[in-house]
Each structure stands twice: as C-alpha cells, then as structure tokens.
C-alpha cells in the first residue's frame, strides 16, 4: 500500500541556518511528490513538486527539493531559514491515475528561533 | 490560476444542526472535488472524493449519511454536516482537480465549531 513518512514531527531551526525536512514513500510505481506549506489555521499551499524529469526541483520562497529514487525520499530543503517559514509542511504522494489522488504525510511542525 | 475558494471560513453552530460548506474552483473547471478533515495537529484525511454529476466516494469509516457531498457543477462542490455533534468540529478542505492533472488545487479550508 501507498505510504508517506515524515519521520520529523517537530524542528526547531535558527533563522539563517539551512533546512532539511525529510520524506520517505513507499509506492510501486513512479510517484508524483508534493510539498505543502500550512500556516495555523489557513489551507495548503503547494511548495513543489515532481513529476518527471530532473530530480532536484526548485519551488516557491527559496524552497528545493531532490527525488531520490534509491532511497525512496524526496527530502525538502532551504539553504537559509526566515521566521516566515516557521509553519508545518507535508509531504505528499500522487498515486492512482490522473485525478491527482494524494497520500500525506503526518507533516513537520517547523520552529524558527531568531 | 487554479484557485480554490471555501465558504464560509469559519462557522460556529449548535449541536443537532446541519451546515453546509461549498468549495468553488474559480477559473477552471473542476471534474473532480476532494474533500479532506483535518483534526488540530495532524495531518489531512481524506473524507470522499466526488466526480461532477455522480455520486460522491466515501473512504472507509466515514459516513455518506452525516457528510452528504454535492457535486452538481463543474465548478462546484457542497458538504453538508448533518446533525453536528461537537465531535465533528474540525478544520475542513476542499481540493479540485480536473482531468488529465495530477495535481490538486486546496481552498483555504473552513473551520466548524459545534456546541
């Protein structure tokens, strides 16, 4: 069965230092990955995501993601963290056909002291 | 483009009510709705999926009779929350698609308080 681990549910980063959110799927064919952004109390805005195609893919607001076919990861990352990112981010995966069904991950809840 | 909207973004109401949530796509037209619960520091579950002008698909454990899903428009969605109990007080979001994407487009979710 499809799968998403975040194996992270809370990290706590100084502002200006770099970021790394992990992501772990299981799925048995190509999957389509996500990234979300949730501010408290708001929906979801899509960071990234990849189809196909070069396995580092470049999102909104400095955001960086690599797909990992070996390890089965598609890791988030962000060379140097603002207090605005401080929010909680899910990791998703794209499966059964061209509906855009979606598992999420548990998320990541991101801290960001000054 | 691919803009998602909910009404109304927060709804507070007593217990034994219904309430009706509607999600709108606003510049394309969305061949499929998916409507999520999110319970306070968790993650999205998914509640059903609807296709335009069929009958909504229920994922195990949720019931079709409390959460009655409307899809009567390609632009258009409604849950309606039968006879809310506070136990249903949640964050709810809608997502749409159309077809030949693989990708969802979310509102900015709906926060019902039953008391």
């Known amino acids: 069965a499809q799968s998403v681990t975040q194996p992270d549910i809370h990290i706590t980063v100084s502002e200006g230092a770099s970021l790394e959110l992990r992501c772990n799927y299981s799925y048995g064919a190509t999957p389509y990955l996500f990234w979300y952004v949730q501010s408290p109390g708001q929906g979801l805005q899509l960071l990234l995501k990849?189809?196909?195609?070069?396995?580092l893919v470049q999102g909104i607001k400095g955001f960086e993601a690599e797909f990992k076919r070996s390890q089965s990861s598609f890791n988030l990352r962000k060379p140097s963290v603002h207090w605005s990112d401080a929010a909680e981010y899910f990791c998703a995966v794209g499966y059964g056909g061209s509906q855009g069904n979606l598992i999420f991950g548990k998320g990541t809840k991101l801290s960001v002291k000054p | 483009g691919a803009v998602v909207s909910q009404h109304p973004s927060r709804v507070i109401c007593k217990s034994g009510t219904s309430v009706k949530i509607e999600c709108r796509s606003l510049d394309f037209q969305a061949t499929t709705m998916f409507w999520y619960r999110q319970f306070p520091k968790q993650s999205l579950m998914l509640m059903a999926t609807?296709?335009?002008?069929?009958?909504?698909?229920?994922e195990q454990g949720v019931e079709k009779d409390k959460f009655l899903i409307n899809h009567a428009s390609l632009t258009l969605s409604t849950l309606t929350v039968t006879s809310a109990h506070p136990e249903d007080s949640s964050f709810y979001i809608c997502?749409?698609?159309?077809?030949?994407?693989?990708?969802?487009?979310f509102g900015p979710g709906t926060r019902l308080t039953v008391l």
């Open positions: 609807s296709n335009e002008g069929s009958k909504a698909t229920y």
């Open positions: 990849y189809f196909s195609g070069d396995t």
């Open positions: 997502s749409a698609s159309w077809a030949s994407t693989n990708e969802q487009f």
